[in-house]
């Protein structure tokens, strides 16, 4: 019986064909009260000229991981960095891509508005797009999908945590995060549950300042350094 060495040594990738693997991001933000996700307009074949997700196929010289080509592909396309980022799905199949067979691992996250540009010559756009007017925009391979599962995602995770923090500034008030977690569920929330969540969390400290909010004053907030997010046993809604 030959050691594992010895069949690694003469072992020959090449006699099992290999899918297109690639990695694509959704990246949603808060901006003039909608909700925004950044898609690329692709300036090369397959499929030039239609809008899609920042992404793209894996240096396995430069990325240690998928989620090193997210951020790698999302920097070159789109000059976006985030801070946070989590891995959604895979999607695969002979037909999502006309060049051949091919999946790509999907990542989300939510931040705050920052202006985009291309950085690369593959991108000729780079934009923060409504997720209600993407009906008329013609998307390229399966991103309609990737995004809609990675909006469903964003909103199941919005009623289990405080993850709407992440699309505001680095200060904030408890209104701004009740407006924007309202924005992303796209209904009311009771704010008394939302406020006995903040506290419990653990995850916010006073800036010691406050802004006027007609006549009366709120409390500014920020995120302590380096947390992480608490997750809830209850489902907000119901809270």
């Known amino acids: 019986m030959i050691s594992e060495a010895e069949y690694l040594d003469s072992y020959d990738a090449s006699r099992f064909p290999s899918p297109l693997v690639t990695v694509d991001s959704v990246l949603f933000t808060l901006h003039e009260k909608a909700l925004r996700v950044l898609l690329v307009k692709r ?16 240096d396995m010289e430069q990325d ?25 799905d895979t999607f695969s199949g002979a037909k999502r891509d006309p060049r051949g067979w091919s999946l790509t691992i999907a990542w989300y996250a939510l931040i705050s508005w920052v202006a985009c540009a291309p950085h690369i010559a593959s991108v000729s756009d780079a934009k923060w797009m409504p997720v209600t007017g993407l009906d008329d925009i013609d998307l390229a391979f399966d991103h309609r999908e990737i995004i809609q599962t990675a909006l ?5 995770k919005t009623m289990y945590s405080l993850l709407p923090v992440y699309c505001l500034p680095d200060t904030f008030t408890q209104t701004q995060l009740q407006e924007a977690t309202e924005i992303i569920l796209g209904q009311p929330i009771q704010r008394k549950s939302l406020i006995r969540r903040f506290e419990a969390s653990g995850m916010f400290e006073e800036t010691g300042e406050s802004v006027a909010t007609g006549a009366r004053k709120a409390r500014v907030w920020r995120r302590k350094p380096d947390v992480d997010i608490h997750l809830f046993s209850r489902n907000l809604l119901t809270d």
């Open 43 to 58: 300036a090369s074949h397959p499929q030039r000229g239609r809008w899609g997700l920042p992404g793209g196929f894996i």
């Open 152 to 156: 469903q995602r964003l909103r199941q």
């Open 64 to 88: 240690d991981s998928t989620r090193a080509t997210a951020l790698r592909k999302l920097t070159e396309k789109t000059g976006v960095s985030p801070s946070w980022l989590e891995q959604l």
